[in-house]
């Protein structure tokens, strides 16, 4: 069964950066793609980046400040988090599955959860 861990929250005022790591094991990096999602209280889980092989994606609010990348040997993904807003606050999950490319940017596509980071950024 493939598990995640991530790491690498914490508390950071506005312009800071935080690096956020995604720990994969029970399957290769080269059979996965792997999302990142955010989820603030009452509001619903949304996309922030996803990696598949040399694909990637970002969502709009964070494109241009915050960088996917994976390690295929150690078989982690890191979300690398720059110039950091107070609306990025929030619990960050990442997530691995199979989904089909145009399906990657949606929670119904990951079959695996880690347990979520939080991430606090101060104005």
């Known amino acids: 069964e493939v598990q995640l861990q991530a790491s690498g929250g914490g508390s950071v005022q506005a312009g800071g950066s935080l690096n956020l790591s995604c720990a994969i094991s029970g399957a290769p990096l080269s059979d996965l793609a792997i999302g990142w999602f955010r989820q603030c209280p009452g509001k619903e889980r949304e996309s922030v980046s996803c990696?598949?092989?040399?694909?990637?994606h970002y969502a709009t609010s964070v494109k241009g400040r915050f960088t996917i990348s994976s390690d295929n040997t150690d078989n982690i993904v890191y979300l690398q988090m720059n110039s950091l807003k107070y609306e990025d606050t929030a619990v960050y999950y990442c997530?691995?599955?199979?989904?089909?490319?145009?399906?990657?940017?949606?929670?119904?596509?990951?079959?695996?959860w880690g347990q979520g980071t939080l991430v606090t950024v101060s104005s």
């Open positions: 997530a691995a599955g199979r989904p089909i490319i145009t399906t990657m940017r949606r929670t119904s596509a990951y079959d695996y």
């Open positions: 990696i598949k092989d040399e694909l990637t």
